[in-house]
């Protein structure tokens, strides 16, 4: 274990500064929450249908649903309709970001 002057002393080596993310990461990190986010969205949306006693539930169902869901989620999140990939880049990196992405943003600046 280090002794407290070693550590404190000039000539320790000081801790590597964590390096800054770029775009693609951002945009990687982004998308990936963006698809949590609609999963997490579409569940609740499920959980307000009431249950129907016309169709039995089989065994599964719950797994096959969340599999579908998964899938659909990331699907949205990929394709960015509802732009929150791009809202969230543009709160993380203002400087770096397009916020409206390739649309218009409807504030009547292009």
Do not use: H
């Not at 963006?34 to 539930?57: D, G, H, R, W």
């Amino acid at each position: 274990m280090l002794s407290w002057k070693l550590y404190n002393s000039p000539t320790a080596q000081q801790p590597a500064q964590p390096a800054q993310p770029t775009r693609l990461e951002l945009e990687q990190v982004c998308t990936e929450f963006a698809s949590i986010f609609f999963q997490a969205l579409l569940k609740s949306m499920y959980s307000t249908i009431p249950k129907s006693t016309f169709c039995p539930e089989f065994q599964g169902k719950n797994l096959v649903n969340s599999i579908v869901d998964q899938g659909v989620a990331q699907y949205m999140a990929l394709q960015d309709g509802a732009g929150l990939k791009e809202m969230l880049l543009s709160q993380i990196n203002p400087a770096q970001s397009n916020a409206c992405g390739n649309r218009p943003c409807g504030n009547g600046k292009e």
